[in-house]
Structure formats: structure tokens, C-alpha cells
């Protein structure tokens, strides 16, 4: 080989290093094809390609190019290639170099040239697959391979820049109990569960959807509204093969909360702020798996808001007040006693209990809240005791909140204590539990009432949880029994409710209970109740609930004239 070519070939691989230094590192880069096809023609190269064969353990999960043709001119002599093998960190990458059909063989020289340049290539190569690897890992998932939040913020910023996120809805989902998939077949099964169900997800959610995790079993979708039912129908519940012999199928499902974007947010938050907010707030509810979030959510935001921001003032100014909804006595129509029942006064309007109460149970001031109520009470025992009237008993409710809380039972006796009023006119209603977790907390605060006196009542029994084992083995002394019960006109299950009330009640007073039946409306249900001989009731057919002065005037008579 002369000298002048020498010179070429030495000049343009010195062009190529400089290129590597300067030029982001790409296998695709045009500046560094043109590199690449000036040194083959001066190596007399014919054919230049490189491939990638993963390393089987390897779990790393990217996907470069698996074979790239850098440079292809004229008919190649397959016979007389040479094959580069070089080891990476995914794999090993193999070079292909050809040289032309009939041409004179390589000199040695050239050999060690074109070792020399397979080398940098590789170089550039393995910085463009470690920089391919370092963004998917700060855009993925890697356990699952989906995307992670900071892509999914990025994606919408774009989205939004380019006002073309219209037509979309953001979903922030949780997948229900996973917890338990994890228990029934293990971690790495569970996992692999997972990813099968975010595959089919993706799938369904169409072109340009976009999946994230947020941790844990927490994701959130970005996917077409006209995809909204099909994607609403697999989080409502898809079956997915385990490939555990004794157990092949799950049901993954998820809770999930929608927003429609329709140009309203500013910003990627806003839009994950909305979906999220939907999410949260059917959290707290049971029967309820999916929420859009729109006008009424905001509504609900804001109420919240007010709530929070508002509640401790309202508690000094005593904004809070009684209202009392007199229990009767069926037999004489009189007045048996009473349930005390919070409304907030404030900025001249009443707001009812529906709009505070869940609120504050869940930040859990409803515990002040029942505490305060409990004062309030007493207070007006007290003065009605003073004043020469005679009180009936009053129930005032406590929040399931309160169970496990130490010295619930005591903090409850001080307060009526420090009112002076004797036990005998406090009942505690407690709300029937829908958790096994709580129930020794609430078995433990009953009995700790009943064994000094104060009676307790279970409220809204019927509805809820583990019903009988509540009033078999704790202390009550009142069954409230839920309006669900009571029949009413046109309805189709009369029959079926009219035998499970009249059993109900047979079953508590066999046992010695009191029964209540609360949300009674009508003469005929009156006369049915009577009929059972359940003869304490509760209701409109009597009484909305009342203002302490309104509820002052029946106490001095306890006389209802119901026919009329």
C-alpha cells in the first residue's frame, strides 16, 4: 500500500476519534455513516455490519438496533471476511467486514487498520448503548418496563405545548387486594401477573396511550376517550394466567379515577392532580370502583376545603349545635328519649351533616367533633335537671374513628361526670363495624359502659358487618334496626322484608335488647311495628329532628297526638 493512501486512511480514522469526541454518541449518527463510509473506501471495505446477541441472563430491558448495515457498495466476497467479536454489557456485538468481489487481498497493514477501526467503532457504539440505557432507566419502570412518571410528565408538558392533549383522559388506578395475589402465588409469579395485565392494558388502550407506574400496584394512563369503556371493562376485572400448576388464573382489577382533559389545566399536575383526586375520594368508598372526575368533584373539593379550613374556629364560636329527634314509646304515644344529631351553623346558613361529617372522618376530627356533641348534651341535661324538667334518655353517636383510641370509655365517663349527670340519661350509639380489626376494640369499649352503667345501642344494625356475632357476644342494651327494613309501598320485596323484621325483632328481645326501629314514615308501618311488638320507633311520622327549644316543649309534655 503506498504512502499517499496510508496518509488517507490515517487521516480519515483521525477524523472518525475527533467525530466520536464531538458528536453525540449514536450507531445512526449521519455524521459518523459519512465517517464510517470514508474509512471503507480507503480499507477497500465493501460491507460493514454489526450485530448484537444478548447475553441470556441478562435482564436488562432495552432494545438497541440487533443489526445495523453501516456500509454496503458493490458485490462482496463472503469467503474472505472477517468477523470481530467484542464483548458488551448486553451482549457480545459482532462485526462483518467484507471485502470487494476479486479484489486483491488485505495487506497486513490494512488488517491492522481495520482492527483498529472496528475497535473505535465499538468504542462508539458502547457509549451509544450506555447512553440508550441510562434514558430508558430514567424513563422506565425496571421491574415492570413501563414508563415512570417523570416520562409521563414530560409527555404531557409536550402534549400540552403542542395543544394536542384535547380528546384524551388521564386514569390513575390501583389494582385491588394485590396484596393477596402476592400471598396466593408468590412474588415473582405475582410480578410477572402484573406485567402480562399492564401488557393487555396497553394494548387495549390504543395508539399513542401511555402507561406509567407510580409505585407499588399505583399507576396512571394516558389513553384516547373513545377507548373509555374498553379500558373501564378490563380494570373492572381481567383474568391472567399464573403458570403455578395449582392456581393458573388470577383476577387482576383495579379502582380508577378519570379525568376528561379538555383544555381547562396549565400543566401536566393539574391533570394528575384531577384523575388523582378521583381515585382518592372513591377510596373511601367501599361499593364504588370508578369516578370522573367533573363539576360535582370540584364541588365536593371545595366543601372539603371549606370544611377543613373552617372546622377549629367553628368549634370556638360554638357554630356546631344540637338538634334533638325524639324516640317514642308506640303503646301511650309518648316520648322515650331522643338522638342528639349535629348541624353547623355558619355564615347565617345551617349546613347539614351529609356535607361535614364524612369529611371529617376522614382526617379524623370527627373525634372532637363527638366529643364536643357529648358536652353539649350533658350541658342541656344538666340545665333541664336544674330547671325541674324531667329529661329522657339522649343517644349521641361515636364514630367507629374513636375504636382502639386509648381510654375511649373513660374520656367518655369524665365528661359526663363533669357535668354531674347521672349515667342513666347518656346512651352511646355506636355504629355496627365493617372490620374484623376493630371489633375487639369496640367489644372492649361497650363493656367497659355497660359495667358502670351507661347503656349502648347499635346503630343502623343490618347493614353492615358480621351482625349477629355483634349482638351475641357484646353487652347492648338497644338494637337500632335500619330503615332498609321497614316496608313501603310498591315495593317488590315487601313480603321478604315484613318476615325479616318480625324475626329480627324476636331474635333481640329474646335476647333481652331493646329494639329501635329508626326512619319510620307512615301509619302503616307504625301499626306493623306494633304488630311485632317492637314499640320504640324513631322518625319523620313523629319528629324531624329539633332545635333544643322546640325539643324542650315535648319534654315538658312527652305527649304525641299522632292521629293527628
Known sequence: MNNDNEKKIFSSLKKFLCDMETIPPSITHPDIKNAVKDICNNLRIAYLETSLVRNSESEINISPPSSTIYFSEGE????????????????TAVYTVCPYKNAAPWTDSEKENINAFISALFINNSRARTMNLCEHLCTHDYELGVYNIKFFEQKLTDMLTHNAIKGFVCCRFNLKKFSLINKLIGRELATGAMRTFLIGLEKISGDNSCLCRLGGDNFILLFKSENMNIVIEYLDGTQIETKKPDRPFVTISARAGFYNINGECQNAAEIIDRASTALNIIKKNNHQLFLIYNKEVEKRIDNQRMVEENFFAALDNEEFIVYYQPKIELRKYSLSG????????HDGRLIPPGMFIPVLEHNSNICTLDFYMLDHVCRDIR??????????????????????????????????????VPFEYIEIELTETTSDVTFDDLKKVVKALHNVGINTSI??????????????????????????????????????????????IAMAQS???????????????????????????QGFCFDKPLPVEEFEKRLRTKKFNFYN
Open 76 to 91: 462482496i466476497d463472503n469467503d474472505l471476511s472477517i468477523i470481530f467479536e467484542k464483548d458488551t454489557h448486553v451482549g
Open 338 to 345: 331522643a338522638e342528639a344529631l349535629c348541624r353547623w351553623r
Open 383 to 420: 340545665r333541664w335537671l336544674d330547671n325541674g324538667i324531667e329529661p329522657v334518655r339522649i343517644s349521641v353517636n361515636i364514630s367507629r374513628i374513636h375504636l382502639g383510641a386509648e381510654g375511649l370509655s373513660q374520656k367518655i365517663m369524665d365528661i359526663i361526670q363533669s357535668h354531674n
Open 459 to 504: 346503630d343502623d344494625f343490618g347493614i353492615g358487618y358480621s351482625s349477629l356475632n355483634l349482638i351475641r357476644d357484646l353487652p347492648w342494651n338497644t338494637l337500632k334496626i335500619d330503615k332498609s327494613f321497614l316496608p313501603v309501598r310498591n315495593d317488590s320485596t315487601v313480603d321478604q322484608k315484613m318476615i325479616m323484621l318480625k324475626y329480627v
Open 511 to 537: 335476647l333481652g335488647l331493646e329494639c329501635l326501629v329508626e326512619g319510620v314514615e307512615t301509619t302503616e308501618q307504625v301499626s306493623i311495628l306494633k304488630e311485632y311488638e317492637c314499640y320504640q320507633a
